[in-house]
């Protein structure tokens, strides 16, 4: 029988190695994996790099595993926000080093690895900072950036719903890179708020098929509204 | 520069109700945060307008009334957002294949500088100690069919803006169209810098002069 559920995150964590590569899903806040980030953090896994949009906000989730000294490398799209000052502590202090990845070849790159395609030509970055040192090709009357493909040896997401297949829904926003990172990844942690039943996730709305996910694990679902949680 | 004296600038509401006059019925529009995110306000009313947002949703609509807001619903800004009937969620790879596929009509950018030919900086300041974000800058200017830049006319110490190079870093080469000021309308391109509106009161000289770029007449 094909059981992908683990009873904690920290059962899902276990095996991180040092020096791991791991994806963490979210844009910002919405799609941010806590319970998973908390457990990595726990887990004490260091020299890690790690791929997300941001590079942590506040003191929590990301940024919390920034501030326990554990990352040494992130590749990302947008490190500098308001709320960013963990980051940019370890990054004025050369302690942490950035690879900054314009947003649209950050999600290709994942989803290249995850389709098992060796690199791809894009115009985005053309005759910027971003493309020094990259080749260029003319593509059709454009210039084009030849990008890799960025694999990982863990991708943390956070999804909706779920079952032990590991088949998997979302939540309006907060799916962002979550399907596309499951699938780039050797081994994908997704939490879940409800783990149902085979068969009782609609076929035709699973959003990620569970080949792409190894582990799931339920976590309580946490308030979004100001108000409390409104069902969608 | 007494022919500057009666002129009266566009405010960012005023800015923003132009560059919406611009944006056709039907249109897929992506709009940029900061200033262009003013625009959606300004939308006529007898236009249907689908708005995108690259963090992955389109069909977006008004903020949400105060305690209504979910967190989980959010614009590329992080700000709360509304979905309308017939608005979707997609994953990243998506939503940028939407911009980077030339499939959204118009993107709306706020910018440090534009160039006489449309190359744009609006990502980094270059300051030695500046923490680089680029985010999706360089995808929506690039990718959109038509790109829009809203931006002030001068900078805080009174230069153009609208330049003959950048000296910014670059977020890409030849991709604006249109930019709408707190002075005018310009459109910008191969052909150079077009004046198409400017605000009362100012001259197409006075204008010029304090403009970076020759300007020529619509």
């Known amino acids: 029988m094909i059981d992908k559920t683990c009873p904690s995150a920290a059962a899902a964590l276990a095996d991180v190695p040092d020096g791991a590569t791991v994806m963490i899903g979210g844009f910002g806040t919405a799609g941010q994996p806590n319970e998973l980030i908390d457990a990595l953090i726990e887990q004490g896994a260091r020299h ?23 990352v040494r490398k992130i590749i990302c799209s947008f490190p500098r926000q308001a709320d960013s000052h963990h980051f940019d502590r370890l990054y004025r202090e050369g302690k942490l080093e950035l690879e900054l990845v314009p947003q649209g070849n950050l999600a290709e790159r994942i989803r290249a690895a995850g389709a098992g395609i060796g690199g791809f030509f894009t115009p985005t970055s053309y005759g910027t900072l971003l493309a020094e040192g990259k080749e260029s090709r003319e593509i059709n009357g454009r210039m084009h950036v030849l990008e890799f493909p960025i694999h990982a040896d863990y991708a943390l997401i956070k999804a909706e719903r779920g079952d032990r297949w590991g088949n998997l829904t979302y939540r309006m926003t907060a799916r962002n890179f979550g399907p596309i990172m499951a699938t780039a990844a050797k081994t994908t942690v997704a939490t879940v708020h409800e783990l149902v039943p085979l068969g009782t996730l609609d076929p035709e709305a699973v959003v990620t098929p569970g080949l792409f996910v190894q582990r799931v694990v339920q976590v309580a679902r946490t308030a979004t509204v100001g108000a409390g949680f409104k069902t969608a | 520069m007494k022919d500057t004296t009666t002129m009266q600038k566009w405010t960012r509401d005023q800015m923003a109700r132009r560059v919406a006059q611009d944006i056709a019925d039907g249109a897929v529009v992506n709009l940029g945060i900061g200033l262009p995110t003013l625009v959606a306000n300004h939308l006529p009313a007898d236009r249907e307008v689908i708005l995108h947002s690259e963090n992955g949703v389109i069909g977006m609509g008004p903020a949400p009334a105060p305690g209504q807001e979910d967190y989980d619903l959010i614009n590329a800004g992080k700000q709360p957002v509304t979905l309308l009937p017939g608005g979707c969620f997609f994953h990243h790879a998506d939503s940028f294949a939407m911009m980077r596929g030339g499939h959204v009509d118009v993107c709306v950018l706020g910018a440090f500088q534009v160039s006489a030919t449309g190359d744009l900086a609006n990502w980094h300041t270059g300051a030695p100690d500046a923490i680089p974000a680029v985010g999706g800058a360089m995808d929506l200017a690039i990718g959109a069919k038509r790109t829009y830049v809203m931006m002030e006319h001068l900078t805080k110490g009174g230069e153009s803006k609208l330049v003959p190079a950048c000296t910014y870093p670059l977020t890409g080469i030849a991709c604006v169209s249109r930019i709408y000021t707190d002075l005018a309308v310009i459109d910008v391109g191969p052909g150079g810098a077009v004046v198409i509106e400017q605000v009362e009161g100012l001259s197409f000289d006075a204008l010029q002069k304090l403009t970076a770029v020759p300007l020529q007449r619509a």
Do not use: C, E, F, K
């Open chain 1, 48 to 70: 890690l790099t790690i791929v997300n949009n941001n590079a942590g906000n506040g003191d929590t989730g990301l940024a919390a595993l920034l501030a326990a000294g554990r």
